[in-house]
């Protein structure tokens, strides 16, 4: 005698979307906000030291540079309640981020003796030729050089003025862009607006990462053939791991 079967629906498993229990979730959001009570105070530390320097009569602007350096730390905008490092220099400053990126340039390349006895403007249009001439030169590998502009004409460093300075890194940008009509500039600024902005997005995406907080990075102009690179100040233990995982994606 044939049995009748009852067929039975089954039911599709569903994921596991339970929330964190009460005590991790409440550790993270701990950890969370004593990374951004950090940030903030270094953040706030800056931004005073800043203010304090340009209220003097003679401002030192490499320590300027060296505290701009500081806000543009991973997480330091977050923490101050700013989308970006750019919105810090608007909102506490009143300063352009071109203006502060310069500033933190010249903290980044020059010998602090050097750079203050030059003083601001001429540190600038130093900073400006060597940018622009053909070689990787270094500002400081200028100051008593002699050079021959594009015109023909010779400039000792030493013996001008800064005006001159800045008009010779405009006739080595402008032979430049005449011998590359429509091409790349492919000399000149080392750090261009898009490495700043790609830089930027970097220390942004790391920024939530536990495991990058004790690491520090400095975007630095390094010539122009080699472009900006970032310098890392990086624990052991995370280096390691990173070369580890890198050799194993080689393989």
């Not at 498993?13 to 979730?25: E, I, V």
């Not at 004790?214 to 122009?224: C, F, N």
């Amino acid at each position: 005698m044939a049995t009748t079967r009852t067929k039975t629906t089954r039911t599709k498993s569903t994921p596991d979307t339970r929330a964190l229990p009460a005590a991790l979730a409440k550790r993270a959001k701990a950890q969370h906000d004593a990374k951004r009570q950090r940030l903030a105070a270094v953040g706030f530390a800056a931004i005073a030291l800043v203010n304090d320097l340009r209220r003097r009569v003679t401002g030192d602007y490499l320590a300027i540079g060296k505290a701009l350096a500081e806000l543009r730390q991973n997480g330091v905008a977050d923490a101050l309640g700013c989308a970006d490092f750019a919105e810090i220099c608007q909102r506490h400053f009143a300063m352009s981020v071109e203006h502060a990126e310069r500033l933190v340039r010249l903290a980044e390349r020059f010998e602090r003796a050097v750079a203050l006895d030059l003083g601001y403007e001429r540190a600038c249009a130093l900073l400006a030729l060597a940018d622009a001439t053909p070689e990787d030169d270094a500002p400081e590998e200028l100051l008593h050089a002699t050079l021959t502009l594009p015109t023909k004409e010779t400039l000792v460093v030493d013996g001008a003025s800064t005006a001159q300075l800045f008009a010779a890194a405009k006739a080595f940008r402008q032979a430049r862009a005449d011998a590359n009509p429509g091409g790349t500039d492919k000399g000149g600024r080392t750090t261009t607006v898009a490495e700043r902005a790609a830089f930027r997005a970097l220390q942004k995406h790391v920024a939530a990462d536990e495991r990058f907080e004790p690491v520090r990075l400095t975007h630095v102009a390094r010539g122009k053939a080699q472009g900006a690179v970032i310098r890392v100040d990086v624990p052991q233990a995370l280096w390691e791991a990173f070369v580890r995982a890198m050799a194993k994606r080689k393989q």
